[in-house]
């Protein structure tokens, strides 16, 4: 005598496996969802890291070109939100300028193309001698919240003659 399967015994294992395949699939999709988001992350904490670096720079620029009766690098500046201008020529910095800016300024690495736009600004608050700068970016698609990494500058720069 065959022996077969019967409807319900065969729709309750189409049933198992179908489950079993959509819980794969949903873990694998939150697994890429979440490794993007971490790279989104990374760039935007590089960034941040970045531009702080290339205003560290620009302030000790500052301070090696002015004299030492006017030693404050921040007189230009005043409180507000600027953008960091990096001029290149022939894929060496030139310049590094900061603008007064309203609105954030799209940042692009120097040596590093990414696949999304991140947009970003300094807010840059001056009491007495000290500039308290916080560095803030984020993406275009605004899915992540803003980044912020806070650096206090102050005139004091290591010069040797």
């Not at 294992?13 to 694998?28: E, K, Q, R, T």
């Not at 001029?87 to 590094?96: A, E, L, P, R, Y």
């Not at 001056?126 to 500039?131: D, G, T, V």
Request: charged share 15%; glycine share 2%; aromatic share 16%.
């Amino acid at each position: 005598m065959k022996k077969s399967f019967t409807l319900p015994e065969l729709s309750v294992a189409i049933l198992i496996i179908s489950v079993a395949l959509l819980i794969f699939l949903v873990l694998s999709s939150n697994f890429i969802f979440n490794l993007v988001n971490a790279k989104k992350i990374f760039f935007l904490m590089q960034t941040n890291q970045s531009a702080l670096e290339f205003l560290i720079a620009f302030r000790n620029k500052s301070l090696e070109t002015t004299n030492f009766d006017n030693i404050q690098w921040f007189n230009n500046l005043g409180s507000g939100k600027y953008c960091l201008k990096i001029n290149k020529t022939s894929g060496f910095i030139s310049s590094i300028n900061l603008e007064n800016s309203s609105q954030p300024c799209l940042f692009s690495f120097i040596f590093l193309n990414t696949p999304f736009k991140i947009f970003h600004y300094f807010d840059i608050n001056i009491q007495n001698n000290f500039a308290y700068i916080t560095s803030t970016s984020y993406m275009s698609d605004r899915i992540l919240p803003k980044s912020d990494l806070s650096l206090i500058l102050t005139n004091w720069h290591p010069l040797w003659r």
